[in-house]
């Protein structure tokens, strides 16, 4: 997802592309603050979404706490992971590995 805010040099957030300035004519002050909280909140929504992501892109399976808790690793391939079945009648992998996304099965 591509940002819609940018920080100016106060840390306030600015619609990337709108002149903030010329944005501020048409409100009053009370309106002008308000619309800059909304932005703000919505650029910390950003900055987390991007932190998860980044920390998405860094998943590795040595990090999975089934594989640790567990001491063993389900079948592997291409750096996918087959997971842990539910049960010794059941292959499926468990809820747990079906929601990871190095699951071999995953689908966002």
């Known amino acids: 997802m591509e940002r819609l805010t940018e920080r100016d040099e106060f840390g306030n957030a600015d619609i990337i592309g709108v002149d903030s300035e010329e944005l501020q004519c048409n409100l009053t002050f009370d309106e002008f603050n308000r619309v ?29 706490r089934l594989i640790t808790e567990m001491g063993v690793k389900p079948q592997q391939q291409g750096g996918k992971c087959d997971g842990f079945q539910k049960s010794a009648n059941d292959d499926e992998p468990c809820n747990t590995c079906m929601e990871c996304k190095l699951n071999t099965f995953y689908e966002e």
């Open 36 to 64: 800059t909280n909304a932005l703000n909140r919505l650029a910390q929504y950003e900055d987390v979404h991007e932190n998860i992501i980044k920390k998405m892109k860094e998943l590795k399976l040595e990090h999975c």
